[in-house]
């Protein structure tokens, strides 16, 4: 079984910042690319940003300058440091990996179950 979960969600005003932390358990070869996705109430998930296990980052433009994603992956591990937070960014936030269970010649995506960040105005 393999397992993320994240932590770090809450309230915070406009302007303000917030940490998400995700954490992959469980019985893991390698572990690929990690990323956020949010989901807005009423909305699709959408991309937030990606890093790859070399460390190469990807930002949906809007995030760009105030999102920033990082990764241990001694730890396997995924952050994402959340600042000049607007109500639009109010969404629920899940962390999701692309991981090698040991045993298995292929990787299998999976996610975590969310965690709620509201900005408020």
């Known amino acids: 079984q393999v397992q993320l979960v994240e932590s770090g969600g809450g309230l915070v005003q406009a302007g303000g910042s917030l940490g998400l932390s995700c954490a992959a358990s469980g019985s893991i070869l390698r572990v690929d690319t990690m990323g956020w996705y949010r989901q807005a109430p009423g909305k699709q998930r959408l991309l937030v940003a990606t890093?790859?296990?070399?460390?190469?980052?990807n930002y949906v433009e809007s995030m760009k300058g105030r999102f920033t994603i990082s990764r241990d992956n001694a730890k396997n591990t995924v952050h994402l440091e959340m600042n000049s937070l607007i109500p639009e960014d109010t969404a629920v936030y899940y962390c999701?990996?692309?991981?090698?269970?040991?045993?298995?010649?292929?990787?299998?995506?999976?996610w975590g179950q969310g965690t709620q960040v509201t900005v408020s105005s």
């Open positions: 999701n990996a692309r991981i090698q269970r040991a045993g298995n010649g292929y990787y299998n995506t999976y």
């Open positions: 890093i790859s296990s070399g460390g190469t980052t």
